[in-house]
């Protein structure tokens, strides 16, 4: 299975703290189809990893995904039944990004 990570951009994310981050770029990967009544999706949020590739072999790098023994057709979250969105959680953002936050 071939993935691409894709994000989509917000103007501005108010945090719990008060702060705003101003403009945010958020990525994420799906895999699976959403069926009609959109009854079949997960979402899956984590800070585990260092990125929002998690499975299958990533369309750039070649690289599989972290919880590609997880996510795929007859696994655990199984792509013929669930349709899957990928978060990479915003506190996880990588050490340089955090800085410029603080």
Known sequence: MITETK???F???SLDSGATLTPVEVAYETYGTLNDNKSN???ILHAFTGDAHAA???KE???PGWWDNMIGPSKG???HK???NFIQRLERLPRYVR???R
């Open 7 to 9: 994000s989509v951009q």
């Open 11 to 13: 103007d501005s994310i």
């Open 41 to 43: 999706a997960i979402l």
């Open 56 to 58: 299958g072999q990533d």
């Open 61 to 63: 790098t070649g690289n």
């Open 77 to 79: 979250f199984d792509t």
């Open 82 to 84: 669930y349709f899957r």
């Open 99 to 101: 800085s410029r936050f």
